[in-house]
Nanobody, 123 residues
């Protein structure tokens, strides 16, 4: 399975963007996909995760209430809807997946990392 992230761009503070993470290859509804981000000069951090069924989601504290993760199992695609964007959300956003039966922020448990997509929020 290969994952491809897309949808990044330049947006003003307070604006919105939707990122997509599309898998090529076989997936199952219980596979879990996570979004991570790496701000300039900082470590990569967990953002949100979901199953492909969309029945179970998990969010990092920094994005709760502003970002929503969703999934379209038929399209093997996971979305990250980002609202009320702030300059501190500027980062390269990555998606990755795993088959463990639990959500996790541990990057070492994720596989199939896709190339990132740049999100830049101007003030």
């Amino acid at each position: 399975v290969q994952l491809q992230a897309s949808g990044g761009g330049l947006v003003q503070a307070g604006g919105s963007l939707r990122l997509s993470c599309t898998a090529s290859g076989r997936t199952t509804s219980t596979d879990r996909v996570g979004w991570f981000r790496q701000p300039p000069g900082k470590e990569r951090e967990f953002v949100a995760a979901t199953t492909y069924s969309g029945s179970s989601t998990f969010y990092g504290d920094a994005v709760k209430g502003r970002f929503t993760i969703s999934a379209d199992n038929a399209k093997n695609t996971v979305y990250l809807h980002m609202n009320s964007l702030q300059p501190e959300d500027t980062a390269v956003y990555y998606c990755a997946s795993h088959k463990n039966p639990f959500h996790t922020v541990q990057q070492a448990l994720y596989r199939n990392w896709g190339q990132g997509t740049q999100v830049t929020v101007s003030s």
